[in-house]
Every structure is written in C-alpha cells, then in structure tokens.
C-alpha cells in the first residue's frame, strides 16, 4: 500500500525556521520524483518545490527561493523540507506528493500520482 505521511508542522514566529519530513511508503523512495505543495485557506493550491529521482534537478516556486531547501535521504525513504526565515504567507496545509517520472520533477500537482494527508503550518506571533 502506497503512503506519504507528512510531519513536522506547527506554530512558529516569523523569521523562524521548520523542517518537514514526508515518510515514503509502499514502494522505494528513488522510484519517485518528490513535490511539496502548499494550499492556504481560500487560495489555490501552490508548488513550492520538488526533487528527482536522482537528486541533481531541484524547484522552487519565486515566493520560497532562498530560504527553502528540498532534499531526500533514500536509504530512509524520505524527503525533507526546510524552510527558514519563514512568513505569515508561508502559513498553509503543506502536502508531499510523488510523480512516477523518469526524470525531472514539476511544480504543477496534475502531474502527482500519490498523495500525502498534509501537515499544518502556521507563522505568526
């Protein structure tokens, strides 16, 4: 059975940092290209950044540039996300998701076969 299981979500003051973990699953970790995605409450879901299968291609959507870093640990079946100097416009539900590609990773959701329960995040003092 094929799972992603997100944590590491929570209050946090603004300028702080947070690192979430997405838990893989069902199936190896490095069959899989890895997204984030982001959805706040009345605003569309967002991309916020994504990793190949092979580690050398990374994205990140204009608004997290610089203060995010994607990464993935095979071995352990996860991929991270570490997000400093965070915003109150960081706070939303952020989700993993994984896309069964050969190559590359996409910011767009449409592309994602599996699909995390997401976790909460929320910058403010």
């Known amino acids: 059975q094929v799972q992603l299981v997100e944590s590491g979500g929570g209050l946090v003051q603004p300028g702080g940092s947070l690192r979430l973990s997405c838990a893989v699953s069902?199936?190896?970790?490095?069959?899989?290209?890895i997204g984030w995605f982001r959805q706040a409450p009345g605003k569309e879901r967002e991309g916020v950044s994504c990793i190949s299968r092979s580690h050398d291609i990374r994205y990140y959507g204009d608004s997290v540039k610089g203060r995010f870093t994607i990464s993935r640990d095979n071995a352990e079946n996860t991929v991270y996300l570490q997000m400093n100097k965070l915003k109150p416009e960081d706070t939303a539900v952020y989700y993993c998701?994984?896309?069964?590609?050969?190559?590359?990773?996409?910011?767009?959701?449409?592309?994602?076969?599996?699909w995390g329960q997401g976790t909460q995040v929320t910058v403010s003092t």
């Open positions: 069902g199936f190896p970790l490095d069959d899989v290209a």
């Open positions: 998701a994984a896309d069964k590609v050969d190559f590359g990773c996409w910011l767009d959701g449409h592309e994602y076969d599996y």
